[in-house]
């Protein structure tokens, strides 16, 4: 699994300026095989916007699809990273696709 956290400085879709305190969690998840996105309000611990916990979206498959999801852009070196990790997935063993069925319903 792939995390990569910044302060974003545009809201996404548009060009909206973001606010400061601001922290996003993006990654890719391999055993599910989907990429991931959580946005923080000043560091607390509970997540504003959880695409895996809060929002239940297990199948997101483009860096689009991510910034639509969690309402802010991904920077272009991020955004990249996340690419490369899911070109270079390998498939899930046989117990985490298991797992990944039961979370999926």
Do not use: C
């Amino acid at each position: 699994m792939s995390r990569y956290s910044y302060t974003p400085t545009h809201k996404s879709p548009g060009n909206t300026p973001a606010e400061d305190n601001i922290t996003v969690i993006v990654g890719w998840d391999n055993p599910l095989q989907t990429l991931f996105g959580d946005v923080e309000v000043d560091g607390q611990e509970m997540p504003l916007v959880s695409t895996m916990a809060d929002m239940g979206q297990i199948n997101i498959r483009s860096v689009n699809d991510l910034e639509y999801l969690i309402g802010y852009r991904v920077p272009g070196n991020i955004a990249a990273r996340l690419i490369t990790d899911m070109d270079n997935r390998v498939p899930p063993t046989a117990m985490q696709a298991r797992m990944s069925a039961i979370l999926k319903t």
